[in-house]
């Protein structure tokens, strides 16, 4: 998997992020043997949605998104995909 993909596309998400769910208080990168782990924590905000974890398979094959609202987990894994792609 390409980092500076994933670079692009978690900025990508702490865009969309700010603009609509109130401001990103921090970001967290980990990178296991098997996935790297993306943990994104908001600040309080009207829809109260405070962590949004994205776990990314090695490869980049397999994508997963938790964010407690399913429509934002939906975006948000379908955005990633396209970043994710290439050319």
């Not at 994933?6 to 296991?32: H, P």
């Not at 490869?59 to 955005?79: H, M, P, Q, W």
Request: hydrophobic fraction near 40%; aromatic fraction near 4%; avoid cysteine.
């Amino acid at each position: 998997m390409n980092e500076d993909r994933l670079t692009q596309a978690l900025s990508r998400i702490i865009q969309i992020l700010n603009n609509e769910y109130g401001k990103v208080a921090y970001t967290l990168i980990k990178k296991g043997v098997k996935n790297i782990t993306i943990i994104i924590k908001l600040e309080k905000n009207i829809s109260d949605i405070r962590t949004v974890k994205i776990k990314v398979s090695g490869d980049g094959s397999k994508i997963r998104v938790y964010t407690g609202a399913t429509s934002l987990d939906l975006r948000l894994k379908r955005l990633l995909m396209e970043l994710m792609k290439g050319d």
